[in-house]
């Protein structure tokens, strides 16, 4: 009766705003599994810190998008985080 491609028996009330606990998850395994890769290369001493910052974006495979990847994923890690909570906020769930 309706335009949808399957009818699923789903409630009405459930909306585009619902995506973002799967995004979250999403998120989280995307955030560790690129951590690990990051920290294979990284060394948090003092004198070498930089130099294994430049290692990873110019001598490993594909370092430079592992670490954007990283850096963008937070990001978008808390947008999810805040739009998860506002919708709960909203509907009183």
């Avoid at 699923?8 to 560790?32: D, E, H, K, R, Y």
């Amino acid at each position: 009766a309706n335009d949808a491609l399957v009818d699923l028996p789903a409630p009405s009330n459930i909306s585009v705003w619902w995506n973002f606990g799967s995004l979250l998850g999403l998120c989280l395994a995307t955030q560790i599994l690129t951590g690990l890769f990051l920290a294979m290369h990284y060394t948090s001493d003092i004198s070498t810190a930089f130099s294994s910052v430049c290692h990873i974006c110019r001598d490993v495979s594909y370092g430079w998008l592992i670490r954007n990847i990283h850096a963008n994923g937070a990001s978008f890690f808390f947008i999810c985080i805040y739009m998860h909570i506002a919708r709960g906020l909203y509907y009183g769930s």
